[in-house]
Nanobody, 123 residues
Framework: QVQLVESGGGLVQAGGSLRLSCAAS????????MGWFRQAPGKEREFVAA????????NYADSMKGRFTISRDNAKNTVYLQGNSLKPEDTAVYYC????????????????WGQGTQVTVSS
């Protein structure tokens, strides 16, 4: 079956950086656009970034532009999210997701979800 497994979360100080990974299995990875979402306690799950099947197109939430970078390695069936200059408000569970759409930004456009990885940014 399809599995998306996130890793790389943890505790980081404000201003620091983190790289999240999401390893996919059970699907033809290069046939799916991939996205990252996050959910803070008591808040809705929000879009962070998405990348096309080939990696040539990317979408970012406006508030994430400049600090987060999404990339993928189709040979490794893995998508990454690099976060820099992290702030306490970036604290959330980060989820990766797979979509058969082009470069989707809406939760409902994603077919498969990982279990998430916790990122905590201390002030």
């Amino acid at each position: 079956q399809v599995q998306l497994v996130e890793s790389g979360g943890g505790l980081v100080q404000a201003g620091g950086s983190l790289r999240l990974s999401c390893a996919a299995s059970g699907l033809t990875f290069s046939s799916y656009a991939m996205g990252w979402f996050r959910q803070a306690p008591g808040k809705e799950r929000e879009f962070v970034a998405a990348i096309s099947r080939s990696g040539n197109s990317r979408n970012y939430a406006d508030s994430m532009k400049g600090r987060f970078t999404i990339s993928r390695d189709n040979a490794k069936n893995t998508v990454y999210l690099q976060g820099n200059s992290l702030k306490p408000e970036d604290t959330a569970v980060y989820y990766c997701a797979a979509s058969s759409r082009v470069v989707p930004v809406l939760k409902r456009e994603y077919d498969q979800w990982g279990q998430g990885t916790q990122v905590t940014v201390s002030s």
